[in-house]
């Protein structure tokens, strides 16, 4: 927040002017209010102190007149002679007279011993009955105290009777014509009388009100806030009645019987100075606080209002004259901002370059330098654009004139190499070529070594044909043979079966010539073992048969194979013998070209040593043009790196 | 008298069983097979054994007597027992022999596949006939010996009504 306070002209500008209107304002508002305060609080202690003092003198002035007019009354001439003629009704008309214009409440005439001799008004009653002589104990105490002192009473408020208002008495006594008490003459004032001075609200406004408090501190007057009927039944003990009981006057500020803020003004009626009696009241003159001061709040009030009126025309005002003054340094200042980071764009508005003050002037000025600065940047930026275009032209055709000059060298060196290559791969094939021609003729020799041997295997393989043809033939006679061999065999089992036969017949016609037969059925025997063993022979024989003709037909299949075989190896060896033949040929032919190609190769040599020497100083230049390159590349980067800058400067600014 | 215990004991050794004891029951048998099987024949009812000469078919006689042979001008009857006993005749050979069996009124030749030889058996050794030998056979044995091989009885053979082939017959 004060970040942006300290940052703002116009905010910094209106507190300024807030700060200068209000501080006089707030002095001005705070002196008037201070000032009116003690005045107006004067002002309402001094109303009410008079209100009170008023009516301090109203109560003492009504209660002495009254006595005054009690004493006249008791000394006149009038009282004295009804009193002689004891016609205490023809007192009537005078009494009356004086309770009427006067305000008493009753009139009694006490005998000198204290005896109720007449009442004025009858209607103070006991219930329903008169009054009898001693009914008010009152009037007894009264009598009592003039008989022995013969001096004018008052008595302080009492409730004399039950169901009757509260009163006060006063009393004088009445001397006869000789001198001498002769009866004694006693008021009755209500309290109502005295309630009717108190409760006169002249100059009281809304909450003012009088009210009397007795040493007792029992109300001796009715209170405006309060029920009829609080008389000589509530107690207050506010500080004031305290001041006032010991007979102090003033005005203070406290809260009252009913709770409540008030200016109170207090006083001792004084009656025991003034009037002699044995009784003193306090007379207590309140007003709310809230009405007495009613003013200086509405004074207060009115101050407030018109701070808050001149606040709002202050901030006004401010508000106006920092915007005609902070809004174009605003404007300049963010223009600036702008161009502190490179925007030239931004234009003064017109209205502000109108303006014929000095403000005006800075704005036109500032428009036409950046105008100016603008324009200078703009050419400056197209020169560096021009320039790196150039450049960039100049470094792509150096490149190009770099790397065809590094193809070249590259070429160059290829070449070396393959013409080295070439050389040693010619002196190679020479000595390649002698070695052929060397081995050309070892292979001579050695193809007619093989025909010779190719020779000496087709004549082997010949007899072994011969041989084999031989085989076959004696094979196949074995094969003859044994069939023949077979047929025997067959011829001899028929035998032996035949002899089997015959040894059953042999034992048959033993058996039948009995004993005499037996030697011949035992040759019979043995004839048939024989047969037996003769055909067990065949057998062996036929099985070796058997085996001799299976290997007698595997034998003449292992023949023709062989037969077979020997063909195939004469027509290999025949191939052998030729491809030997045409291999002597190709060597002939071999041996010859080597020998042209050991004689070219030597030319070829010389030639390529030329070839290298020439390469060689080509090389040298090439070398040369390839540092030229970059010595220029050099000077171009050197070239580039300054325009490049030179429009990165111009171009950080948006013109 | 050493030398004499010597002799005593080859004695012994070189004894053999009583023969007469042993002829008591012996029987001399030639031995012949018929389709696979041994079967054999008291000697005393065979007068000779030859290999099959030419077969000579006689129409309207029973299946099993194949025809008739003449030997030594005397012309006899040649019964095959494969066919009687309804043995598999599937496979005949290729030379097959004849055995003339005989007695004081009838003689006839049998087939057989091959002569075995002439064999003494003891006839306490022949088992009756086994369960398995049904039909026409069981009627014509005597006995089967340890060997399993079946031992014709030549007399019934020879004696048998059924085998004589007369007009009252048909």
């Known amino acids: ?655 | 008298m050493p030398e004499k215990d010597i002799l005593k004991a080859r004695a012994d050794m070189l004894a053999k069983p009583n023969q007469a004891a042993f002829e008591k029951h012996a029987i001399k048998t030639v031995g012949f097979l018929l389709a696979d099987e041994i079967y054999a024949i008291e000697l005393r009812f065979v007068r000779e054994v030859l290999p099959l000469g030419p077969l000579t078919f006689i129409p309207g006689i029973p299946e099993y007597i194949p025809g008739v042979i003449n030997v030594r001008g005397e012309i006899i009857s040649v019964i095959d027992l494969k066919r009687l006993f309804e043995l598999s005749a599937d496979e005949q050979p290729d030379n097959p022999y004849v055995l003339i069996l005989s007695d004081p009124k009838m003689a006839f030749g049998i087939l057989a596949d091959q002569i075995l030889g002439v064999r003494e058996i003891s006839t306490d050794d022949l088992h009756p006939s086994l369960p398995t030998f049904t039909g026409s056979r069981a009627d014509y044995l005597k006995g089967i010996d340890e060997a399993g091989n079946i031992v014709l009885d030549g007399n019934r053979l020879l004696k048998d009504e059924n085998l004589v082939i007369n007009q009252n017959n048909y």
């Open chain 1, 1 to 655: 927040m004060w970040r942006w306070f300290s940052k703002r002209i116009m905010a910094k500008l209106i507190t300024q002017f807030l700060i200068v209107g209000l501080i006089p304002l707030i002095l001005l508002g705070g002196m008037t209010y201070f000032y009116s305060q003690s005045a107006i609080e004067a002002e309402a202690s001094n109303q009410l102190s008079a209100v009170n003092e008023t009516k301090k003198e109203q109560v003492v002035e009504f209660l002495k007149s009254r006595m005054k007019n009690l004493i006249l009354l008791s000394r006149s001439q009038h009282i004295r002679n009804m009193l002689s003629n004891e016609t205490y009704q023809g007192m009537n008309p005078l009494f009356e007279y004086y309770m009427k214009v006067f305000g008493y409440s009753n009139i009694f005439m006490l005998s000198d011993k204290g005896e109720l001799l007449h009442q004025a008004d009858m209607s103070i009653q006991k219930g329903d009955k008169p009054l009898k002589k001693n009914e008010i104990s009152q009037l007894a105490v009264i009598s009592e105290q003039i008989r022995r002192t013969e001096e004018p009473i008052i008595t302080d408020m009492i409730n004399y009777l039950p169901g009757r208002e509260p009163g006060l008495f006063m009393a004088a006594p009445v001397y006869g014509d000789s001198g001498g008490l002769k009866a004694i003459l006693v008021f009755l004032i209500d309290a109502g009388r005295i309630n009717t001075i108190t409760q006169n609200r002249t100059g009281m406004r809304k909450t003012g009100e009088t009210y009397l408090v007795g040493e007792d501190h029992l109300m001796r007057s009715e209170a405006l806030f309060l029920e009829n009927g609080v008389l000589l039944k509530k107690k207050i003990r506010t500080p004031a009645v305290e001041q006032a009981l010991n007979s102090k006057a003033g005005i203070m500020e406290l809260k009252n019987y009913r709770d409540v803020e008030v200016l109170s003004a207090y006083d001792n009626l004084g009656l025991k100075k003034r009037l002699g009696t044995d009784f003193d009241w306090a007379i207590i003159s309140e007003i709310n606080s809230s009405e007495a001061f009613s003013l200086l709040h509405k004074l207060g009030g009115n101050i407030l209002w018109t701070g808050l009126v001149l606040l709002i025309l202050i901030a006004g005002m401010g508000y106006l004259q920092s915007k005609m003054i902070a809004r174009p340094i605003n404007s300049l200042s963010y223009r600036v901002m702008m161009m502190d980071e490179g925007d030239f764009t931004l234009a003064v508005p017109e209205h502000q370059k109108k303006r014929s003050d000095e403000i005006g002037m800075l704005m036109k000025a500032f428009a036409s330098g950046t105008q100016r600065f603008r324009q200078q940047i703009k050419q400056l930026g197209q020169s560096s654009r021009h320039l790196l275009s150039s450049i960039s032209q100049i470094s792509t055709t150096a490149s190009q004139l770099s790397s065809s000059a590094s193809e070249t060298s590259s070429s160059i060196s290829e070449v070396t190499t393959t013409v080295e290559e070439v050389k040693q791969t010619s002196q190679l094939a020479t000595e390649k070529a002698e070695h052929v021609s060397k081995s050309a003729e070892n292979t001579t020799k050695i193809s007619i070594a093989g025909k010779q041997a190719t020779e000496n295997t087709m004549a082997g393989i010949n007899r072994i044909k011969e041989e084999m043809t031989y085989i076959a033939e004696s094979t196949v006679k074995l094969s003859e043979q044994s069939k023949s061999i077979e047929e025997i065999i067959n011829t001899v089992t028929d035998i032996a079966d035949q002899s089997n036969i015959l040894s059953v017949n042999a034992s048959i016609e033993a058996a039948k010539a009995g004993e005499q037969g037996k030697g011949f059925a035992v040759v019979a025997q043995e004839v048939k073992s024989l047969a037996d063993q003769s055909k067990e022979a065949t057998n062996q024989v036929r099985a070796i048969l058997n085996d001799i003709q299976k290997a007698t037909s595997a034998a003449v299949m292992a023949t023709e194979r062989g037969t077979k075989t020997v063909e195939e190896a004469i027509e290999l060896a025949e191939q052998a013998g030729n491809a030997i033949d045409r291999l002597e040929l190709q060597v002939n032919e071999s041996s010859d070209a080597a020998s042209q190609i050991t004689a070219s190769n030597q030319q070829q040599q010389s030639g390529i040593d030329q070839l290298s020497e020439a390469m060689e100083s080509i090389n040298d230049a090439t070398q040369q043009n390839l540092e030229g390159v970059k010595q220029l590349e050099d000077a171009i980067k050197g070239l580039e790196d300054l325009a490049q800058t030179m429009r990165d400067i111009t171009s950080i600014y948006k013109v």
